[in-house]
């Protein structure tokens, strides 16, 4: 599973659609949480912060076998964490 995959695992548990352009655009797990909360205030379906990376933090261990240390806010989905 890559980071497409993360993607639409969120786009599904969140109920919120993510662009291409995005996508391409957010490179750490703080970026993504940060887009995610946007979407969902857009929506205006407010969240949590720290609820919000925690579900991104599971996802990325139970999903895509990712050690709890090495998922940090700035960390990279491709150089830290090794998804493609």
Do not use: C, W
């Given at each position: 599973?890559?980071?497409?995959?993360?993607?639409?695992?969120?786009?599904?548990?969140?109920?919120?659609?993510i662009?291409?352009?995005?996508?391409?655009?957010?490179?750490?797990?703080?970026?993504?949480?940060?887009?995610?909360?946007?979407?969902?205030?857009?929506?205006?379906?407010?969240?949590?912060?720290?609820?919000?990376?925690?579900?991104?933090?599971?996802?990325?261990?139970?999903?895509?076998?990712?050690?709890?240390?090495r998922?940090?806010?700035?960390?990279?989905?491709?150089?830290?964490?090794g998804?493609?």
């Amino acid at each position: 599973m890559g980071a497409v995959d993360l993607l639409m695992e969120l786009e599904e548990i969140f109920d919120i659609e993510i662009s291409d352009e995005a996508a391409e655009n957010t490179r750490t797990v703080g970026e993504l949480q940060a887009l995610v909360l946007s979407l969902l205030a857009e929506n205006r379906r407010p969240q949590d912060a720290a609820d919000v990376y925690e579900r991104i933090k599971r996802i990325l261990i139970e999903f895509h076998g990712i050690p709890e240390a090495r998922i940090r806010p700035e960390a990279t989905f491709f150089d830290d964490l090794g998804l493609d």
